[in-house]
């Protein structure tokens, strides 16, 4: 008799911890930076809030169209390790841009060309990530690596923070240091991360990427894909998050905490929600998320106070931890595996696309009508999200690992 399958985090494979790993130092880079960057925009470099929000929108769309050809691209090789060292190795590139910036267009072009590299390892990685777990922990693997990505998301802040004081609030300082672990990043991926080898026979997409293999994915993967849509747009950049802090009156040296407290709460949540998604239907968590997006927003916006401000953060921490790597692993688990890296590339095009919008109007409704305006209008859309999940999710019910 074989032995059982062993389940939870500690049968998640090493090369999915590498993996892991990997995106945790890329993000100590990237929150070093993103920690400071809009408080650096609109006080340094005199750059509107709207232009803030255009700014992070084009950004993450620019990196979620190009998830489609990467994904769609590694699909076709059949190897996915070596596109997502040229992201990642692209994205340390761009670092040393930040420190030297003096007008927001600067910024915006280092943002651009590292959103591409984000976008070229993004759908690569995380079909990878489910090419080497088995489909029995693939909740659990992909939570691993959203809270190792997630504990360099608050990790980066603290460095910063640390940084700000040793460098006497020199903000360029702290940006020149986030170009150390990018490069971390980059030799942990080369020489930790082993990549399965590619199944013989194994039917690959054909030149160039025909919309009949993408809409025979399946009307399962196309649900999954609203639902992402649906939760983007209730969910805009947090650099709003990092703008409402110094709004209500936090010291720009104290700023990069914001970040902290979310990815904290982010980090311890991600990997223990993963892991409970494989016993369950994951779409109940993913409601669970919803509500505790409306409740940040609506912290947020009615409790003005740095207190009430790190509070409202912490809820929105808990939403990403309670969504995120499940709805990854919903698009592993809908997407035909021989297309599984242009599945991701889509998702993320769709989810990318939202945020773009997402976060356009919540920099107007800012800059128009303020800041209460912008979070309650992201209430309602997270409002509108959880009755339509609710509603899917009671007329389609499922035993575990169900897709909407």
């Given at each position: 008799?074989?032995?059982?399958?062993?389940?939870?985090?500690?049968?998640?494979?090493?090369?999915?911890?590498?993996?892991?790993?990997?995106?945790?130092?890329?993000?100590?880079?990237?929150?070093?930076?993103?920690?400071?960057?809009?408080?650096?925009?609109?006080?340094?470099?005199?750059?509107?809030?709207?232009?803030?929000?255009?700014?992070?929108?084009?950004?993450?769309?620019?990196?979620?169209?190009?998830?489609?050809?990467?994904?769609?691209?590694?699909?076709?090789?059949?190897?996915?390790?070596?596109?997502?060292?040229?992201?990642?190795?692209?994205?340390?590139?761009?670092?040393?841009?930040?420190?030297?910036?003096?007008?927001?267009?600067?910024?915006?072009?280092?943002?651009?060309?590292?959103?591409?590299?984000?976008?070229?390892?993004?759908?690569?990685?995380?079909?990878?990530?489910?090419?080497?777990?088995?489909?029995?922990?693939?909740?659990?693997?992909?939570?691993?690596?959203?809270?190792?990505?997630?504990?360099?998301?608050?990790?980066?802040?603290?460095?910063?923070?640390?940084?700000?004081?040793?460098?006497?609030?020199?903000?360029?300082?702290?940006?020149?240091?986030?170009?150390?672990?990018?490069?971390?990043?980059?030799?942990?991926?080369?020489?930790?991360?082993?990549?399965?080898?590619?199944?013989?026979?194994?039917?690959?997409?054909?030149?160039?990427?025909?919309?009949?293999?993408?809409?025979?994915?399946?009307?399962?993967?196309?649900?999954?894909?609203?639902?992402?849509?649906?939760?983007?747009?209730?969910?805009?950049?947090?650099?709003?998050?990092?703008?409402?802090?110094?709004?209500?009156?936090?010291?720009?040296?104290?700023?990069?905490?914001?970040?902290?407290?979310?990815?904290?709460?982010?980090?311890?949540?991600?990997?223990?929600?993963?892991?409970?998604?494989?016993?369950?239907?994951?779409?109940?968590?993913?409601?669970?998320g919803l509500a505790a997006l409306i409740a940040a927003d609506v912290v947020l916006a009615l409790v003005a106070t740095v207190p009430g401000v790190l509070l409202g953060v912490?809820?929105?921490?808990?939403?990403?931890?309670?969504?995120?790597?499940?709805?990854?692993?919903?698009?592993?688990?809908?997407?035909?595996?021989?297309?599984?890296?242009?599945?991701?590339?889509?998702?993320?095009?769709?989810?990318?696309?939202?945020?773009?919008?997402?976060?356009?109007?919540?920099?107007?409704?800012?800059?128009?009508?303020?800041?209460?305006?912008?979070?309650?209008?992201?209430?309602?859309?997270?409002?509108?999200?959880?009755?339509?999940?609710?509603?899917?999710?009671?007329?389609?019910?499922?035993?575990?690992?169900?897709?909407?």
């Amino acid at each position: 008799m074989s032995a059982p399958l062993r389940t939870g985090l500690k049968a998640v494979p090493r090369s999915v911890w590498a993996i892991g790993f990997v995106s945790m130092f890329m993000d100590i880079s990237s929150e070093m930076i993103h920690a400071l960057l809009p408080v650096f925009l609109v006080t340094g470099l005199g750059a509107s809030v709207a232009l803030v929000g255009l700014l992070e929108g084009v950004a993450e769309a620019t990196a979620s169209i190009t998830k489609v050809f990467s994904g769609w691209l590694s699909d076709r090789l059949g190897h996915r390790k070596w596109l997502a060292v040229a992201g990642y190795g692209l994205g340390a590139l761009t670092k040393p841009v930040f420190p030297i910036a003096v007008t927001p267009w600067e910024v915006f072009g280092a943002r651009f060309a590292d959103r591409i590299g984000k976008g070229l390892r993004g759908a690569p990685r995380d079909a990878l990530v489910a090419d080497i777990a088995p489909p029995p922990i693939r909740g659990a693997a992909f939570g691993l690596r959203q809270s190792l990505d997630t504990i360099g998301a608050f990790a980066g802040p603290l460095v910063a923070m640390a940084l700000m004081m040793v460098l006497a609030g020199n903000i360029r300082a702290v940006f020149a240091w986030a170009v150390v672990p990018a490069v971390l990043a980059v030799l942990v991926l080369i020489f930790a991360v082993r990549e399965p080898r590619p199944v013989e026979g194994v039917r690959r997409p054909r030149l160039p990427i025909r919309w009949g293999d993408v809409l025979a994915m399946g009307g399962g993967f196309w649900a999954v894909i609203a639902l992402g849509a649906v939760f983007t747009m209730a969910r805009f950049s947090e650099a709003f998050l990092v703008l409402r802090a110094q709004d209500v009156g936090l010291a720009i040296a104290l700023v990069p905490v914001v970040m902290v407290v979310m990815n904290l709460v982010y980090s311890a949540v991600a990997a223990p929600a993963g892991s409970l998604s494989d016993r369950m239907d994951r779409r109940w968590l993913l409601v669970l998320g919803l509500a505790a997006l409306i409740a940040a927003d609506v912290v947020l916006a009615l409790v003005a106070t740095v207190p009430g401000v790190l509070l409202g953060v912490a809820l929105w921490g808990l939403h990403m931890g309670l969504t995120q790597g499940l709805l990854a692993a919903l698009v592993a688990d809908t997407a035909p595996s021989h297309l599984r890296g242009t599945a991701f590339g889509l998702f993320n095009l769709a989810s990318g696309v939202t945020l773009l919008a997402a976060s356009v109007v919540a920099g107007l409704l800012w800059s128009r009508m303020g800041p209460e305006a912008t979070f309650i209008a992201g209430a309602v859309f997270a409002l509108l999200a959880t009755i339509w999940l609710v509603s899917m999710t009671l007329r389609h019910p499922a035993r575990r690992n169900a897709t909407p």
